[in-house]
T-cell receptor
Framework: AQSVTQPDIHITVSEGASLELRCNYS??????LFWYVQSPGQGLQLLLK??????LVQGIKGFEAEFKRSQSSFNLRKPSVHWSDAAEYFC????????????FGTGTRLLVSP | DGGITQSPKYLFRKEGQNVTLSCEQN?????MYWYRQDPGQGLRLIYY???????QKGDIAEGYSVSREKKESFPLTVTSAQKNPTAFYLC???????????????FGPGTRLTVL
């Protein structure tokens, strides 16, 4: 069965420091990978997505993610975190079933300290 | 503004009552989805619809029902058969004409349902 693991429930980063959020997936075929961000009480906003091609993907708000097939990982990175980045981040794997089923990880809550 | 709207933002229900959550989109998307979000569990798929008058069960459809009479609207009814309905409910849509392998689901702002 397809699954996504986000091993860190909470992460605290100082403002201006770099960030890496981990995501590992289990999927037999070529994965389609997404990172979404959710502010408290809000819906999900797409940060970036990977379908094919260059394994380093650039997204909005200065985020990037790197697909590593050998490690089944799709970690999210940002070189310098801003206080407004505090939110919950979800990794998801999409399966090409015709209706695009997404399987989500349990999320990582990012806290930004001054 | 194009987007997805969900109403109400907060909903309170007494045990034994059915309630209906609204989801409307003006993105001209064919596919629509309902997810349930619980703390520490990520999002789980309840129902999805690829075209008008057609919908399919997702992973946790028991105790829920939907309809898709219009392209723009995909309401979700939480019935009294749903044993633990308190959760955050998110609606999403996607352009079905774009291959599922390359397109993106766009999410509404959500409805928080609390059973009293």
């Amino acid at each position: 069965a397809q699954s996504v693991t986000q091993p860190d429930i909470h992460i605290t980063v100082s403002e201006g420091a770099s960030l890496e959020l981990r995501c590992n997936y289990s999927y037999g075929a070529t994965p389609y990978l997404f990172w979404y961000v959710q502010s408290p009480g809000q819906g999900l906003q797409l940060l970036l997505k990977y379908f094919s091609g260059d394994t380093l993907v650039q997204g909005i708000k200065g985020f990037e993610a790197e697909f590593k097939r050998s490690q089944s990982s799709f970690n999210l990175r940002k070189p310098s975190v801003h206080w407004s980045d505090a939110a919950e981040y979800f990794c998801a794997v999409g399966m090409n079933t015709g209706f695009q089923k997404l399987v989500f990880g349990t999320g990582t809550r990012l806290l930004v300290s001054p | 503004d194009g987007g997805i709207t969900q109403s109400p933002k907060y909903l309170f229900r007494k045990e034994g009552q059915n309630v209906t959550l609204s989801c409307e989109q003006n993105l001209n998307h064919d596919a629509m989805y309902w997810y349930r979000q619980d703390p520490g569990q990520g999002l789980r798929l309840i129902y999805y619809s690829q075209i008008v008058n057609d919908f399919q069960k997702g992973d946790i459809a028991e105790g829920y029902s939907v309809s898709r009479e219009k392209k723009e609207s995909f309401p979700l009814t939480v019935t009294s058969a749903q044993k633990n309905p308190t959760a955050f409910y998110l609606c999403a849509s996607r352009n079905r004409l774009t291959p599922a392998s390359t397109d993106t689901q766009y999410f509404g702002p959500g409805t928080r349902l609390t059973v009293l």
